[in-house]
């Protein structure tokens, strides 16, 4: 059974950073692309960053400022975020696809002064 995990979400002033993580279990992590998405309060899940092999990519919004990471000696995956805004809000995701179908339970960053 696939199970993904996040956590390392929580309350920043703006401009502040979050380390989040994704800890996944239940298939071969390392062959799969990897993926972070994010649902902000009355929105739909929206694409954050994509890890593939030998490649990253990202929201515009969110390029310079996020870097997607990952650990395939321990399931891992990571999103360092730093220069938060408060239009980063949301509950953040790690997912197997794009579109956020197969998922986490997701933890929630919230930026706030």
């Known amino acids: 059974e696939v199970q993904l995990v996040e956590s390392g979400g929580g309350l920043v002033q703006p401009g502040g950073s979050l380390r989040l993580s994704c800890a996944a279990s239940?298939?071969?992590?390392?062959?799969?692309?990897m993926y972070w998405v994010r649902q902000a309060p009355g929105k739909g899940l929206e694409w954050v960053s994509t890890?593939?092999?030998?490649?990253?990519y990202y929201l515009n919004s969110v390029k310079g400022r996020f870097t997607i990471s990952r650990d395939n000696a321990k399931n891992t995956l990571y999103l360092q975020m730093n220069s938060l805004r408060t239009e980063d809000t949301a509950v953040y995701y790690c997912?197997?696809?794009?579109?956020?179908?197969?998922r986490g339970q997701g933890t929630q960053v919230t930026v706030s002064s």
């Open positions: 890890i593939s092999i030998g490649a990253t």
């Open positions: 997912a197997t696809d794009s579109r956020g179908t197969r």
């Open positions: 239940g298939f071969r992590f390392s062959s799969y692309d």
